[in-house]
């Protein structure tokens, strides 16, 4: 081989190891981000910082297509290079397959609001599924190539880990998914060390307030006939905790009547049954939840709305989470202050004692822990409104 041929070799194999090594900090970024949101005690401690984490993921998501496409460029000689090893090939393929899930179903996640519900549930699905999939395949890759490395000290001499080394950067990745698995745990372990016994002796009963409330006929066995898929359960703060002490549920502001009932009273109003789909904007839903409980309509009327109230302004028993309906919209006859779901009180995770239920909206209008409605004449933009979500909420089709 002369040289100057060798020289392109050279040249074409560090531009291989630059997409890679680009490739390979984007997709740990990008794993990271994913399971700090994907994570369910993370969500918790995370709050307000999960919507930056989220346009992080869908950025660092949008640019990760790059060393994906610049390498096609190459493909062509990179798999002549490849002939008579299968299993690199094999590896090249699956990778470009996982890129393409990823980044497909990335996009309908991100674009939810134009795909609606069904295309959104069968996005997350497969960027979920692409997770299990691709998860031990980057480990495992990563863990080889670990292991290979201490063969390979002059690699860092060789240009392409100048200032980082593969090694630092495989220590860091390892070390951040180490931490991002354990910390929760460790957070929480903490937090509970200030908070005493107490919470946690309470934590059993709270939010199951006495009497229970008992379904009527159509909730038990439900009409709707048992909702399918499985809620995931978020929140913005630590779960409330309520008892037939603490809890009240107040209806004020804009009103003649303002109305303040405590759990016994709240439970002996009448209810109804409603059967609905549940849509989050994150891609999951939960189809044919039986709902059971006051109309909303119908508790408004109790309260008598005065004429300059426009806006009905839905508080969390959490303290920090709020959103609004018009009156308008306040008036579909299916959102319901719901206390039963498919006959059983609704859990506390979930937003038990009472939760509202605005079936023709995005699940974000579904106020947990509600415990307080409020008529007011300005409009309000509410916790996920103040942070980029649509004030209209509307689930297409
Ligand atoms: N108080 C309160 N209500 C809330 C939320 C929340 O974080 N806090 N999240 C909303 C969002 S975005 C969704 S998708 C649903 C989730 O309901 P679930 O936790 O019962 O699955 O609750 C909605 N209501
Ligand atoms: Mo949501």
Redesign the pocket.
């Known amino acids: 081989m002369s040289n100057g041929c060798q020289e392109k070799v050279n040249g074409f194999a560090k531009r291989l190891a630059l997409l890679h090594h680009w490739n390979a900090l984007l997709v740990a970024l990008l794993v990271f981000s994913g399971l700090l949101l994907f994570s369910s005690s993370w969500k918790e401690l995370l709050g307000e910082a999960k919507i930056w984490i989220k346009w992080l993921h869908i950025i660092i998501g949008l640019v990760s297509i790059l060393p994906g496409l610049a390498y096609l460029g190459s493909a062509a000689r990179h798999w002549q290079m490849l002939k008579g090893k299968p299993w690199q090939r094999l590896h090249i393929i699956v990778v470009l397959w996982l890129i393409i899930g990823w980044f497909s179903s990335g996009v309908l996640l991100w674009q939810f609001q134009a795909m609606g519900p069904a295309v959104s549930n069968a996005a997350l699905l497969v960027h979920d599924v692409l997770i299990w999939i691709g998860l031990p395949l980057i480990l495992y890759h990563s863990l080889i190539k670990l292991g290979r490395l201490k063969n390979l000290r002059q690699h860092q001499s060789e240009g392409y880990g100048r200032f980082y080394t593969r090694k630092d950067f495989l220590r860091t990745v390892i070390g951040a998914g180490l931490a991002i698995s354990v910390a929760p745990a460790l957070i929480k372990w903490i937090g509970d060390l200030g908070s005493g016994p107490d919470r946690a002796e309470n934590e059993e009963e709270a939010n199951r307030l006495l009497p229970v409330p008992q379904p009527s006929a159509d909730s038990s066995p439900p009409v709707g006939g048992g909702a399918s898929g499985s ?6 703060t630590r779960l409330p905790y309520f008892t037939n002490d603490n809890w009240f549920f107040t209806l004020n502001g804009l009103v003649e009547k303002p109305i303040t009932w405590n759990w016994e009273e709240f439970v002996a109003l009448k209810r109804s049954v409603q059967v609905s789909n549940f849509h ?2 994150t891609g999951w839903s939960v189809y044919n939840n039986t709902w059971e409980g006051i109309p909303l309509k119908e508790l408004l009327a109790k309260a008598a709305v005065k004429a300059e109230a426009r806006v009905v302004k839905l508080y ?1 028993g ?1 303290g920090v ?1 709020t959103d609004s309906l018009t009156l308008q919209q306040a008036d579909m006859d299916d959102i319901i202050v719901a206390v039963l779901h498919d006959g059983q009180p609704i859990p506390k ?3 038990g004692p009472v939760r509202l239920i605005v079936p023709q909206m995005y ?2 209008k ?4 509600l415990n307080r409605i409020e008529l007011i004449e300005e409009d309000h933009i509410g916790y ?1 409104g103040q942070r980029g979500y649509e004030q209209d909420a509307w689930v297409q089709g």
């Open positions: 809620f995931r359960s978020y929140s913005v989050c904007v969390s959490d989470y995770d979930l937003g699940a974000y579904s106020v947990k822990w996920w």
